[in-house]
């Protein structure tokens, strides 16, 4: 599984396009969205700037680079060639989507602990969450 997939992160940052596109794209948009937190968090919360920052993340960086990915596979016919070997069709799009994913995953967890580190520590919890054999109330 591996080999496929190390090989695939090699031409994830040999390919311009796919670099731009699951890089730095969402770097730059999220980027932007810490730095303007206070603004969002007055017109909605900060929940609301993570919702964005997941979606774009997800957008450009998995969405786009699969995309361009597995079109580029197909058109030098490097998929015809997989499908011949004894890997079935899901464990040859998990190993080519695999290092995609693996970015994309740890591009949400970075830009989602900048943010909370920005805005300000822990999270606030509804009242509903702390159950009644807790020894604070609400």
Not at 9 to 37: C, D, E, G, K, M
Request: charged letters at 10%; one cysteine or more.
């Amino acid at each position: 599984m591996f080999p496929i997939a190390f090989s695939e992160l090699i031409q994830i940052f040999r390919n311009r396009l796919v670099l731009v596109t699951s890089f730095i794209i969402p770097v730059v948009v999220s980027a932007y969205f810490v730095r303007q937190h206070e603004t969002f968090a007055a017109l909605g919360s900060l929940g609301y700037i993570a919702a964005i920052v997941l979606f774009t993340v997800a957008a450009f960086g998995l969405y786009a680079t699969t995309v361009t990915t597995l079109a580029s596979r197909r058109q030098n016919l490097f998929l015809k060639r997989l499908r011949s070997t004894a890997i079935g069709d899901a464990g040859i799009l998990a190993r080519l989507l695999l290092p995609a994913t693996v970015v994309a995953l740890v591009q949400v967890a970075a830009i989602l602990t900048a943010l909370a580190m920005v805005a300000g520590g822990r999270p606030t919890y509804p009242c509903w969450w702390w159950r009644s054999s807790r020894p604070w109330p609400c």
